[in-house]
């Protein structure tokens, strides 16, 4: 039996998954768009969250909407919304991350009837009192937005189980990521991509039942002496939703030891207090997790954990996978690239579209790199 | 010398060169600071200027600066420097070319007087927060940021609350950053100069309604400098006065923008610096008068938030609400409202790669504008710097295409 049967399931087809989860659950599925989403918050009100990824369908209803210079990602979302492949959806929530979801937060609300829609207007930056303050606010006002849509009560005692399940599952995905970084070539890069982005999908309540078994089974796999040879990498950027790149880096020679990805560290890094107030409890993870480039907290926060992390990781080199038309970390890369330079650590770019290019072109830049590190 | 041509004299603004005077006074002044003594804050267009104004600080505005490099088609040249250095050349092309010209000193005037401070306000896109970081790490000075949050449908308490209390930290970092207490009362006098600008701004661009229109949008785009720039001084309320007396004048003379002004058209983001005397001319060859714009009608939309007698605590809605911080359904309100007080027949959207906030959504203002007053719509592909995302040949066949729809319409 694979362990990971559950997690390939709900990657595949994540409507699927969810309709029929939510079908045995009983609970509504909301959905949530980049890992700001204060999701602690949907599970507490009995909700089911989603993270919404995209895909790409071949009718291009989202054309009506957007602009060619729109990223695939707002692209992909808006389309299974209106081509009703998001209908499983009870709700939406939109936290303002960047210019791009900020006016797919008003297409979808404009365009797409059914689900509720909820803003929870987080702030631009993180590094000050009143932001953090602001921040706590939003918090209170989505609470209160999800009660009214979802008819429910938020208790403390609710939010306090939240708290309890998210810490258990990011310890969990964290240990994931120790697992691989031990045994890198033991364990694949494209497994792991789908256990992180299943745990964005999954029943959190089925999650933190089946995690620990994928996770034994992957601590059981034989550590791979290959893994001697094999080039350490790091991989950088916004979310990667193409697994096959993976075994490309793995196929040419290279293994991923560890990601600065929103759909990775970024979006699980960061215990949350268990005791005192937990909406501010809550709030205090968001603002101190690894920052997203659509965030501020400080002008050279972002370089100086890349470079850590590198070094930390022992990564020979790190490669960039940045979502075309995704402004804040197309703006951050020059800076970024300086500093590895500066740290004496090769690094590559690679532009990601909605269609990656033909395999023979990806292969031969990644063993270029890989030979080069 | 040529014999000039007695009906283009007639149509053209005089106050034109009181306002280049103006900005070059202006320039001459931010790029000696060093000498005077003066600080220089570079500032985001939709940040609050007045508290530099009552700080005696010089405001400078790299975004203003990049239509100064549109405009004189030096922006290709900059945005590749750009992206030699690593930007991707989707990004912005104000970003691009204002990087890379603080490297070279480059651009129309030599590059801008060098930044003691730089104030980001987030009101206007995301783009400039990470633009300010980038010049913050490349200048070594300090980045005031001033958080907006988005208004998709409303402004909430907590957002007011919020702002309200970064204006005081704007405040202490002025204060820090110049060395000096901060005057209250100035800006209440500054604030009070600022809303009577604003009020004649806009009183300027609503002499546009009459028909013929006495000026086009092509004309406030020029004229935007003033409001952008040096709002909250005296000078700016002098030369105001000064242009809607003339615009009055040529009401009264029946002088429009456009000879022979048949239809009335809107426009949408935006200009497109490099191209802004082609496309002027292109719609007036069609007699076509573009009479309003939801650009430069942006730095006096937030007078309804306004409180003269309450500046301090009025800026935060003010800043907040701005045209760009709201949800697209309140933007094409705004825009079918204007669409009413200019009796526009027509509305031209510049679809501009370069501007995601202003951009997305433009298909949806297109269609509600449609439905909402059956007037029909153009959509420019282009960018404000960039010539590479501009072609010339399909954006004419489609301009004329549009002016041959609006006669059939007028026709019928």
Same mark, same amino acid.
């Given at each position: 039996?694979?362990?990971?049967?559950?997690?390939?399931?709900?990657?595949?087809?994540?409507?699927?998954?969810?309709? !029929?989860?939510?079908?045995?659950?009983?609970?509504?599925?909301?959905?949530?768009?980049?890992?700001?989403?204060?999701?602690?918050?949907?599970?507490?009100? /009995?909700?089911?969250?989603?993270?919404?990824?995209?895909?790409?369908?071949?009718?291009?209803? $989202?054309?009506?909407?957007?602009?060619?210079?729109?990223?695939?990602?707002?692209?992909?979302?808006?389309?299974?919304?209106?081509?009703?492949?998001?209908?499983?959806?009870?709700?939406?929530?939109?936290?303002?991350?960047?210019?791009?979801?900020?006016?797919? !937060?008003?297409?979808?609300?404009?365009?797409?009837?059914?689900?509720?829609?909820?803003? #929870?207007?987080?702030?631009?930056?993180?590094?000050?009192?009143?932001?953090?303050?602001?921040?706590?606010?939003? %918090?209170?006002?989505?609470?209160?937005?999800?009660?009214?849509?979802?008819?429910?009560?938020?208790?403390?005692?609710?939010?306090?189980?939240?708290?309890?399940?998210?810490?258990?599952?990011?310890?969990?995905?964290?240990? %994931?990521?120790?697992?691989?970084?031990?045994?890198?070539?033991?364990?694949?890069?494209?497994?792991?991509?789908?256990?992180?982005?299943? !745990?964005?999908?999954?029943?959190?309540?089925?999650?933190?039942?089946?995690?620990?078994?994928?996770?034994? #089974?992957?601590?059981?796999?034989?550590?791979?002496?290959?893994?001697?040879?094999?080039?350490?990498?790091?991989?950088?950027?916004?979310?990667?939703?193409?697994?096959?790149?993976?075994?490309?880096? &793995?196929?040419?020679? /290279?293994?991923?030891?560890?990601?600065?990805?929103?759909?990775?560290?970024?979006?699980?890094?960061?215990?949350?207090?268990?005791?005192?107030?937990? %909406?501010?409890?809550?709030?205090?993870?968001? $603002?101190?997790?690894?920052?997203?480039?659509?965030?501020?907290?400080?002008?050279?926060?972002?370089?100086?954990?890349?470079?850590?992390?590198?070094?930390?990781?022992?990564?020979? /080199?790190?490669?960039?996978? %940045?979502?075309?038309?995704?402004?804040?970390?197309?703006?951050?890369?020059?800076?970024?690239?300086?500093?590895?330079? /500066?740290?004496?650590?090769?690094?590559?770019?690679?532009?990601? &579209?909605?269609?990656?290019?033909?395999?023979?072109?990806?292969?031969?830049?990644?063993?270029?790199?890989?030979?080069?590190? | 010398?040529?014999?000039?041509?007695?009906?283009?004299?007639?149509?053209?603004? *005089?106050?034109?060169?009181?306002?280049?005077?103006?900005?070059?006074?202006?320039?001459?002044? =931010?790029?000696?600071?060093?000498?005077?003594?003066?600080?220089?804050?570079?500032?985001?267009?939709?940040?609050?200027?007045?508290?530099?104004?009552?700080?005696?600080?010089?405001?400078?505005?790299?975004?203003?600066?990049?239509?100064?490099?549109?405009?004189?088609?030096?922006?290709?040249?900059?945005?590749?420097?750009?992206?030699?250095?690593?930007?991707?050349?989707?990004?912005?092309?104000?970003?691009?070319?204002?990087?890379?010209?603080?490297?070279?000193?480059?651009?129309?005037?030599?590059?801008?007087?060098?930044?003691?401070?730089?104030?980001?306000?987030?009101?206007?896109?995301?783009?400039?927060?990470?633009?300010?970081?980038?010049?913050?790490?490349?200048?070594?000075?300090?980045?005031?940021?001033?958080?907006?949050?988005?208004?998709?449908?409303?402004?909430?308490?907590?957002?007011?609350?919020?702002?309200?209390?970064?204006?005081?930290?704007?405040?202490?970092?002025?204060?820090?950053?110049?060395?000096?207490?901060?005057?209250?009362?100035?800006?209440?006098?500054?604030?009070?100069?600022?809303?009577?600008?604003?009020?004649?701004?806009?009183?300027?661009?609503?002499?546009?309604?009459?028909?013929?229109?006495?000026?086009?949008?092509?004309?406030?785009?020029?004229?935007?400098?003033?409001?952008?720039?040096?709002?909250?001084?005296?000078?700016?309320?002098?030369?105001?006065?000064?242009?809607?007396?003339?615009?009055?004048?040529?009401?009264?003379?029946?002088?429009?923008?456009?000879?022979?002004?048949?239809?009335?058209?809107?426009?949408?983001?935006?200009?497109?610096?490099?191209?802004?005397?082609?496309?002027?001319?292109?719609?007036? =060859?069609?007699?076509?008068?573009?009479? =309003?714009?939801?650009?430069?009608?942006?730095?006096?939309?937030?007078?309804?938030?306004?409180?003269?007698?309450?500046?301090?605590?009025?800026?935060?809605?003010?800043?907040?609400?701005?045209?760009?911080?709201?949800?697209?359904?309140?933007?094409?309100?705004?825009?079918?409202?204007?669409?009413?007080?200019?009796?526009?027949?027509?509305?031209?959207?510049?679809?501009?790669?370069?501007? *995601?906030?202003?951009?997305?959504?433009?298909?949806?203002?297109?269609?509600?504008?449609?439905?909402?007053?059956?007037?029909?719509?153009?959509?420019?592909?282009?960018?404000?710097?960039?010539?590479?995302?501009?072609?010339?040949?399909?954006?004419?066949?489609?301009?004329? =295409?549009?002016?041959?729809?609006?006669?059939?319409?007028?026709?019928?």
């Amino acid at each position: 039996m694979d362990p990971l049967a559950e997690f390939r399931a709900a990657v595949a087809d994540p409507a699927s998954y969810v309709r !029929s989860a939510t079908a045995q659950s009983g609970k509504k599925a909301v959905g949530t768009l980049c890992s700001y989403a204060p999701e602690e918050l949907i599970y507490a009100a /009995g909700a089911h969250p989603v993270r919404l990824f995209g895909t790409s369908g071949a009718e291009r209803l $989202a054309d009506r909407h957007l602009q060619s210079y729109c990223c695939s990602l707002v692209r992909g979302v808006l389309e299974d919304a209106l081509a009703g492949r998001s209908d499983f959806l009870a709700g939406v929530v939109f936290p303002h991350t960047c210019d791009s979801i900020q006016r797919l !937060s008003d297409l979808w609300r404009l365009n797409v009837p059914g689900a509720f829609h909820i803003d #929870a207007v987080l702030p631009a930056r993180l590094d000050t009192a009143s932001a953090r303050d602001y921040l706590l606010d939003v %918090l209170r006002r989505f609470r209160s937005d999800l009660e009214r849509k979802l008819r429910v009560s938020i208790s403390d005692e609710s939010l306090r189980r939240a708290i309890d399940l998210y810490n258990r599952i990011r310890e969990m995905l964290a240990r %994931l990521y120790e697992l691989r970084n031990e045994n890198p070539c033991g364990i694949r890069g494209r497994d792991v991509h789908t256990i992180v982005k299943a !745990s964005t999908i999954l029943d959190r309540d089925r999650l933190v039942v089946v995690l620990p078994p994928a996770l034994q #089974a992957l601590e059981d796999v034989h550590e791979c002496t290959a893994g001697n040879k094999a080039k350490r990498v790091l991989l950088a950027g916004g979310l990667c939703d193409h697994p096959e790149l993976y075994s490309f880096i &793995e196929e040419a020679g /290279g293994v991923v030891v560890w990601d600065d990805f929103c759909t990775g560290t970024r979006g699980f890094s960061g215990t949350i207090d268990g005791d005192g107030d937990p %909406l501010a409890a809550i709030a205090q993870r968001y $603002a101190e997790r690894p920052v997203c480039p659509a965030k501020h907290r400080g002008i050279r926060e972002r370089a100086e954990h890349l470079v850590r992390l590198a070094k930390e990781k022992e990564a020979r /080199g790190v490669v960039f996978l %940045l979502v075309k038309f995704c402004d804040p970390h197309a703006f951050d890369y020059p800076y970024l690239k300086e500093a590895l330079d /500066g740290a004496g650590i090769p690094s590559m770019l690679f532009e990601m &579209e909605d269609q990656l290019p033909a395999e023979g072109q990806l292969r031969t830049r990644f063993e270029a790199f890989l030979e080069m590190i | 010398m040529a014999e000039k041509d007695p009906e283009k004299e007639k149509r053209k603004i *005089k106050a034109v060169a009181k306002m280049k005077e103006i900005m070059t006074a202006y320039y001459i002044d =931010a790029k000696t600071a060093e000498q005077t003594g003066k600080k220089v804050a570079w500032i985001t267009s939709g940040g609050p200027v007045e508290p530099l104004i009552a700080m005696d600080i010089i405001p400078v505005y790299p975004e203003n600066h990049g239509a100064m490099i549109g405009a004189s088609k030096m922006g290709v040249d900059l945005c590749t420097k750009a992206e030699a250095m690593g930007y991707s050349s989707d990004l912005c092309s104000y970003a691009r070319s204002d990087i890379s010209c603080a490297t070279v000193n480059g651009g129309p005037i030599g590059g801008l007087p060098r930044p003691d401070m730089l104030v980001c306000c987030t009101n206007i896109c995301g783009t400039v927060l990470k633009w300010y970081e980038v010049q913050a790490r490349y200048f070594g000075c300090p980045l005031f940021i001033l958080d907006t949050p988005f208004c998709h449908t409303g402004f909430h308490d907590e957002m007011r609350r919020y702002v309200r209390r970064q204006l005081d930290e704007y405040i202490a970092f002025l204060e820090s950053a110049a060395g000096r207490r901060f005057d209250y009362d100035r800006l209440k006098e500054v604030g009070r100069l600022s809303i009577e600008g604003q009020r004649l701004w806009q009183a300027v661009l609503d002499t546009a309604a009459h028909r013929p229109a006495p000026l086009s949008a092509f004309d406030a785009f020029f004229h935007l400098a003033l409001i952008v720039t040096l709002r909250g001084q005296q000078q700016t309320i002098d030369y105001y006065r000064m242009l809607l007396a003339e615009m009055n004048e040529r009401i009264a003379a029946g002088i429009g923008a456009v000879p022979d002004e048949r239809y009335r058209l809107l426009w949408d983001n935006l200009p497109v610096w490099f191209r802004t005397k082609w496309l002027s001319e292109k719609f007036a =060859a069609a007699g076509a008068c573009l009479v =309003a714009d939801t650009y430069t009608s942006a730095w006096c939309g937030s007078l309804k938030y306004a409180d003269e007698n309450n500046f301090l605590e009025s800026m935060a809605e003010c800043y907040t609400r701005i045209y760009l911080n709201i949800g697209v359904d309140e933007m094409a309100r705004m825009v079918v409202d204007m669409v009413d007080k200019y009796a526009a027949d027509g509305l031209v959207m510049h679809s501009n790669r370069s501007c *995601k906030p202003y951009s997305l959504g433009q298909y949806d203002i297109q269609r509600l504008v449609q439905e909402r007053r059956g007037i029909p719509t153009l959509m420019i592909e282009a960018d404000m710097v960039d010539e590479r995302s501009f072609a010339e040949g399909p954006t004419e066949t489609r301009i004329e =295409a549009f002016m041959e729809m609006l006669k059939t319409r007028k026709a019928a």
